[in-house]
């Protein structure tokens, strides 16, 4: 933590901050100089990712310190497991308007926890004065030219989806009062999903050799699905039927609207991945050994683009395919 916004904060920050830079083999010098030194090993590389939520853009006003913690760190972990990577380290970058000392002793106990649970150690990082940011840096190692990328899918190759899609987009819009569910379990499930998403980090480890191309689910899925068929010049095709729907997404008052979060609304954090058709039953005793739901949603075939078919064989055509920051 280098550049403190006034005097005192610095304090704070090695109060708060510090406990979570632990030395590993990986992490040589962690916070408290300059730079952190890391030492892969020599058969590994690096895999980095930075994401930034934004207050009223990814997370609502008053959004508690320990949700934001564990939001943070998880959005960024996502991306690793879409590589394969196991996670090794993070730095972050916190801009708040003032460093209240109860709003980061929690945002501080609960990033520590979830840290400890990644296995992952605070290496680095930046405080500054502004709107509510949170920006972290997930590092992570990957066996030397196994990272796993959106750009090798091949036609021919089932599309699978671990998990479900759209209950994290639901969950926000219960979050934001723009969907209300009778049953307290269904909306709190929902909540759940977008408050404390869970990368597939051991399943993203699985993949490699596996899996031709993967992609976190950050967008949506249709949007997220088109960056691995526009980077590996493929086509896909998605059986709505098949797109695997929880229990409470299903229980929404409109089911229209659960097909557009399922498709389009994004944040679910599961893995959307393409691998040769033989090795569907491999995939199947992956699912089963890690106890995550992985379903086939459709095909990778020639041309471009990513078609919605229906039950009776039909296109149907999707607007809205997912969260653009900077539409033109
Ligand atoms: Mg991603």
Known sequence: MTTPNRPGEFALIERFFKP??????????GIGDDCAVLSPAADEELVLSVDTLVEGMHFPRHYAPAKLAVRSLAVCISDLAAAGAHPEAFT?????????????AEFS????????????????????RGPLTVSVQAIGCVPKGCALTRRAAQSGDDVYITGTTGDAAAGLAILQGNVKLENDLMADYLLQRFNKPQPRVQFGQALVGLAN???DVSDGLLADLSHITRQSQVAAEIQLDAVPFSE?????????DALHYALAG?????????????LAPDI????????VPCTRIGS????EGVRCIDAAGQEVLVENKGYDHFPQ
């Open 248 to 256: 409470a997404l299903r229980s929404l008052p409109n089911q229209a």
């Open 213 to 215: 191309s993967v992609i």
């Open 92 to 104: 972050l970058a916190l801009t708040a308007p003032e460093l209240s000392e109860s709003w980061l």
């Open 300 to 303: 990778i075939v020639a041309g």
């Open 20 to 29: 979570l830079s632990r030395t590993t083999p990986f992490v040589r010098q």
């Open 284 to 291: 199947h005793k992956l699912a089963q050994r890690l106890a």
């Open 266 to 278: 994004g944040e679910d954090f599961e893995l959307c991945f393409t691998a040769p058709a033989g």
């Open 109 to 128: 106990r609960v990033l520590a926890a979830e840290a400890e649970r990644y296995g992952v150690s605070l290496v680095g990082g930046d405080t500054t």
